[in-house]
C-alpha cells in the first residue's frame, strides 16, 4: 500500500469518525427536552392578610375581627382557571376564660385545584399537611411528596397543629396536571402576623421535566 493511499485511508475514516460523533451528539441534544420556564414577577408584591386591625389588651393583643378569612387566587398558566389559592385564617374557638389570647388560633396554607397539588414535607400530629420549603436552586420534581393542600403556619387550640412561620420570602413547590403529564414550578410566599405576601412564581411548561428554585429561564 502506497504511503498516500494510507495517507488518504486515515483521512476518510477521520471524518467518518468526527461525522459520526456529531450526529450521535445532535441526536442527544435533540432527544433532551429542554426547560420551558415562564416567570412571572408580581409587582408590586401582593398582600393578603385575615386580621384588619390587633386590640392591644393587658398581657397581648387579639385579632380583629376574630373569625376572618381572606385569599390571593392565581391562574397559573393563564388557562382562565384558578389553580392555586394562598389562604389566612383566624377563627375563634373558647378555651380558656383566664387567657383570652388561647382562644384565637391561625392558620395560612396553600391550596390547589382538581388534579394539580403542592410539595409538602410530612404531617404534623396526623392532622395537618406541613407545605415543604425549598431552598434557593434546589431541585422540585416528583420525587417531592404531593398533596392537594399544605399549611404554611398554624397556632393556637384547634386544630392541634403548630406549625412556625419562616422567615423572609420563602419558595414553594407545586405541580399542575396538564395533557397527561404534571408541569412543575414554584412560588414565593412571605409569612408575616397573619399577613402572605406573593412575590412571583415560575413554571416549566415542558411535561415533565423538574424546575429548581428561583429559575426564571
Given at each position: 500500500?502506497?504511503?498516500?493511499?494510507?495517507?488518504?485511508?486515515?483521512?476518510?475514516?477521520m471524518?467518518?469518525?468526527?461525522?459520526?460523533?456529531?450526529?450521535?451528539?445532535?441526536e442527544?441534544?435533540?432527544?433532551?427536552?429542554?426547560?420551558d420556564?415562564?416567570?412571572?414577577?408580581?409587582?408590586?408584591?401582593?398582600?393578603?392578610?385575615?386580621?384588619r386591625?390587633?386590640?392591644v389588651?393587658?398581657?397581648?393583643?387579639?385579632?380583629?375581627?376574630?373569625?376572618?378569612?381572606?385569599?390571593?387566587?392565581?391562574?397559573?398558566?393563564?388557562?382562565?382557571?384558578?389553580?392555586?389559592?394562598?389562604?389566612?385564617?383566624?377563627?375563634?374557638?373558647?378555651?380558656s376564660?383566664s387567657?383570652?389570647?388561647?382562644?384565637?388560633?391561625?392558620?395560612?396554607?396553600?391550596?390547589?385545584?382538581?388534579?394539580?397539588?403542592?410539595?409538602?414535607?410530612?404531617?404534623?400530629?396526623?392532622t395537618?399537611s406541613?407545605?415543604?420549603?425549598?431552598?434557593?436552586?434546589?431541585?422540585?420534581?416528583?420525587?417531592?411528596g404531593?398533596?392537594?393542600?399544605?399549611?404554611?403556619?398554624?397556632?393556637?387550640?384547634?386544630?392541634?397543629?403548630?406549625?412556625?412561620?419562616?422567615?423572609?420570602?420563602?419558595?414553594?413547590?407545586?405541580?399542575?396536571?396538564?395533557?397527561?403529564?404534571?408541569?412543575?414550578?414554584?412560588?414565593q410566599?412571605?409569612?408575616?402576623?397573619?399577613?402572605?405576601?406573593?412575590?412571583?412564581?415560575?413554571?416549566?411548561?415542558?411535561?415533565?421535566?423538574?424546575?429548581?428554585?428561583?429559575q426564571?429561564q
Open positions: 500500500m502506497s504511503r498516500i493511499l494510507l495517507i488518504s485511508l486515515t483521512i476518510m475514516a471524518l467518518v469518525f468526527f461525522t459520526s460523533c456529531k450526529k450521535k451528539s445532535e442527544t441534544s435533540h432527544g433532551t427536552p429542554s426547560d420556564i415562564v416567570y412571572t414577577d408580581i409587582s408590586p408584591d401582593t398582600a393578603v392578610t385575615s386580621v386591625s390587633w386590640q389588651i393587658p398581657y397581648g393583643s387579639l385579632p380583629v375581627p376574630k373569625d376572618s378569612s381572606a385569599a390571593i387566587l392565581l391562574d397559573l398558566d393563564q388557562d382562565h382557571t384558578i389553580d392555586i389559592s394562598i389562604d389566612a385564617t383566624t377563627y375563634y374557638k373558647i378555651v376564660a387567657n383570652p389570647e388561647a382562644n384565637y388560633n391561625f392558620q395560612a396554607g396553600i391550596s390547589m385545584g382538581d388534579k394539580d397539588s403542592v410539595a409538602f414535607r410530612g404531617i404534623s400530629y396526623g395537618c406541613i407545605a415543604k420549603p425549598f431552598p434557593a436552586d434546589s431541585v422540585i420534581s416528583d420525587k417531592s404531593f398533596t392537594r393542600h399544605a399549611i404554611i403556619y398554624s397556632q393556637g387550640s384547634f386544630p392541634l397543629c403548630i406549625i412556625a412561620a419562616h422567615q423572609g420570602y420563602i419558595y414553594y413547590g407545586f405541580k399542575l396536571f396538564r395533557n397527561g403529564g404534571y408541569m412543575f414550578g414554584w412560588i410566599i412571605r409569612f408575616v402576623s397573619m399577613c402572605l405576601t406573593i412575590k412571583a412564581y415560575a413554571i416549566n411548561r415542558t411535561i415533565g421535566r423538574p424546575v429548581r428554585a428561583g426564571k
